[in-house]
């Protein structure tokens, strides 16, 4: 009988912790919250043929288009199942075990994961209220101290949220190059600001930026990202990658929103107007309300140290959210925001639990 490998045994793997979450207003996992419009959905199934279901994916047309819109050459790029799985592939291609690798935490859970895997080391730069207003020089010190293989960034970092400028992601690439570390840039929420390193990618070798279609465009049920960096990093990637990076039905769909960005660029302006909104109407109600440059809030419960009784009362009207632990405080609520409409909602139920 096959004996599991060693790593695998380290990794313990937890379900969602809710499993029926249709029905309900999904506001927990940094989701499009809305419902897409009926004429959309059916405009999309209708350019879904016989072809597309029979035969092997064609992904020429699609690299070409999204090389297109972001400005870079097609081979600059990957596709993968989503942006954990270009993460889970930069592990697989360069990790070695006992590497060590530099992130940020509360963050990705997955890093810790695939550390365990690969039987590297994780450093972790514990965030909270104190470390965000001096997180660029401490992020600094902590690479120079740690001297990591591989720095994973989500700029900005959810659920606390903290980012680097564009002189600053130039800084960190610099540091990075000079001690041989590769420099992954998660950029989940680019569209939701403007904060992006693709342009680093001419100058520095070291930096892979991530990227995926599951928040501003609300893709996130058909798992497809993709992976920029220079045409070494990328070759060297795709040479564990499968024989077609995403399926022919997901071509299709990625496809209809890149000709459509208007259906992307409304929902952002829209959670625009749901951040203002929410942090408008809160501050008269002991809540402090933290980010800026994504689809998410995390609220603070100013006069309560648990936020989980009003987590389970918003639960019972149909509201998820989710309840974050900030150094080893539980008094916060981490919200994905949606259209005004819904958003609006959320607010109602939220004063008539806290007033």
Wanted: aromatic share 10%; charged share 30%.
């Amino acid at each position: 009988m096959l004996k599991l490998k060693n790593s695998i045994n380290l990794v313990k793997r937890v379900p969602h912790f809710i499993s029926k979450r249709k029905g309900m207003y999904t506001m927990e996992r940094n989701e499009r919250v809305d419902d897409f419009e009926k004429k959309t959905l059916k405009k999309i199934f209708k350019s879904i043929n016989s072809f597309d279901l029979r035969t092997y994916p064609t992904l020429d047309n699609i690299y070409l288009k999204l090389a297109n819109w972001l400005g870079v050459k097609e081979e600059n790029l990957l596709l993968t199942e989503g942006a954990d799985g270009g993460l889970l592939k930069i592990f697989s291609t360069y990790m070695e075990p006992k590497s060590r690798f530099l992130t940020l935490t509360p963050g990705f859970l997955m890093y810790p994961v695939y550390c365990s895997m690969f039987k590297s080391k994780c450093y972790e730069i514990n965030l909270n209220e104190k470390s965000q207003r001096g997180y660029f020089e401490n992020l600094k010190k902590e690479i120079k101290s740690k001297k990591p293989h591989i720095l994973a960034l989500a700029n900005p970092n959810q659920p606390m949220e903290v980012y680097l400028n564009k002189k600053q992601l130039e800084e960190i690439c610099k540091l990075t190059k000079k001690i041989k570390c590769l420099f992954v840039l998660d950029e989940a929420y680019y569209h939701f600001n403007d904060l992006t390193g693709i342009k680093l990618i001419k100058k520095f070798n070291n930096l892979v930026v991530v990227r995926t279609f599951s928040k501003a465009f609300g893709l996130a049920g058909i798992r497809v990202g993709y992976l920029i960096s220079n045409k070494k990093i990328i070759d060297d990637i795709k040479s564990i990658k499968p024989i077609y990076e995403i399926n022919g039905i997901n071509v299709k769909i990625v496809d209809y929103f890149l000709k459509n960005l208007n259906i992307m660029k409304r929902y952002v302006l829209e959670v625009s107007k749901s951040r203002k909104m929410i942090k408008e109407k809160l501050k008269k109600f002991n809540v402090e309300i933290f980010g800026d440059k994504s689809n998410t809030v995390m609220l603070k419960f100013l006069k309560i140290s648990d936020a989980k009784p009003i987590y389970e009362k918003l639960l019972k009207s149909k509201f998820l959210t989710k309840p974050v632990k900030v150094d080893n405080n539980d008094n916060y609520l981490r919200v994905t925001l949606g259209s005004t409409k819904i958003t609006s909602k959320f607010i109602n139920k939220l004063i008539s639990i806290v007033k």
